[in-house]
């Protein structure tokens, strides 16, 4: 069953919440890029939050019937990209977080308010 992107992207902003990530930013890309609809990006403080929040984004996307493209960067844990098509979901360890500021290279993105 597909999911609309705005749907799956309200998901996986509750899973990585769920799993305590910190500093959850979305941006939204439409219209931006075709890459996707929606940055997930977030942090956690150890290499075992960040793959904590990584196996939650996984197993929340699988319950909604949604594939997971690829996950790249797991077992080094310092910055894992989860592609599920529409919304992209970057989770980083906190110190590599500010080194690659992916809310910069993406400042022409409208940053979605969370509620």
Known sequence: MSQSPDHLMNEIVKAVDDKKAH????????????????????????????????????????????TVRGIEGFDTARWVLVDLGDVVVHVFHRDEREYYNIERLWSDAKVVELV
């Open 23 to 66: 500093n959850i930013v979305v941006l939204n890309l439409k219209g931006i890029s075709l890459l996707a609809d929606y940055f997930v990006i977030c942090h956690g403080n150890s290499d075992t939050q960040v793959q904590a929040i990584v196996q939650e984004v996984r197993k929340k996307a699988e319950a909604m019937g949604t």
